[in-house]
């Protein structure tokens, strides 16, 4: 009599967030967000600008939001856990069901439920920024960083065509496409709008929400 056919194997369990990976990747997630931006070893210079020191060669913002937010952002982030003390994480990818977290090479895809528990919405973005580069820029500012904001903004969408200098217009222009992201519409170029300006501009890195499996 012939064997029966094997029983199709079970699913492997989802893979789970151990603390002594946790720990490690506490230590490792802002090396892992420099090693993103092709920079392994600036995650020295990537934290002491999230601890808000100036002049690092990054920009750092410190937010709070949902997956949502974080998909309209579309860049990695550096998630801030909460617990017995407070641990750093680098989400790379995020889709409906799962995330994608952990530094290059040392990656876990998990449930999004495994991490619910542990964030509560607060999270770090980082990206290069030049030294001199200043806080914010608002109406009858000029310069090369005025330059530089007028050209991303132009680049975005819609995209602003107006003279090109930061006057009424371009505050006018400016506080609708803050309005259009959910930032404050104050007219005035501070960390987060730059953000939101830069990223149409941004190729690489971005945040994932496809990947093989892992984990």
């Known amino acids: 009599m012939a064997a029966p056919p094997p029983a199709d194997a079970a699913p492997s369990a989802p893979a789970r967030l151990q603390p002594d990976w946790l720990a490690r990747e506490h230590d490792a997630a802002w090396r892992g967000l420099g090693t993103l931006w092709e920079d392994p070893g600036g995650g020295g210079l990537i934290g002491a600008a999230c601890s808000g020191v100036a002049g690092t060669g990054y920009g750092c ?15 990695p982030v550096v998630l801030l856990l909460r617990g017995a003390e407070e641990r750093l994480l680098l989400l790379r990818g995020l889709n409906d069901e799962r995330v994608l977290v952990g530094s290059p090479g040392n990656e876990l895809a998990v449930p999004r439920s495994q991490l619910e528990p542990l964030w509560l919405g607060t999270y770090f973005v980082a990206w290069p920024q030049a030294p001199t580069w200043p ?6 500012d000029s310069g090369p960083a005025v330059d530089t904001v007028l050209g991303l903004a132009a680049g975005v ?16 222009w400016l506080k609708a496409f803050q309005s259009s992201h959910g930032l404050q519409a104050d007219g005035i170029v501070g960390p987060n709008t730059l953000l939101y300006l830069m990223r149409p501009s941004i190729s690489s890195p971005t945040l994932l929400t496809h990947w093989e499996a892992r984990g």
């Open 135 to 140: 806080r914010q820029i608002g109406r009858d």
């Open 61 to 75: 913002l410190r937010d709070r939001g949902s997956w949502a937010r974080i998909r309209q952002l579309g860049l």
């Open 157 to 172: 969408d819609p995209p602003y065509t107006g003279p090109g200098e930061f006057g009424v217009g371009f505050e006018d």
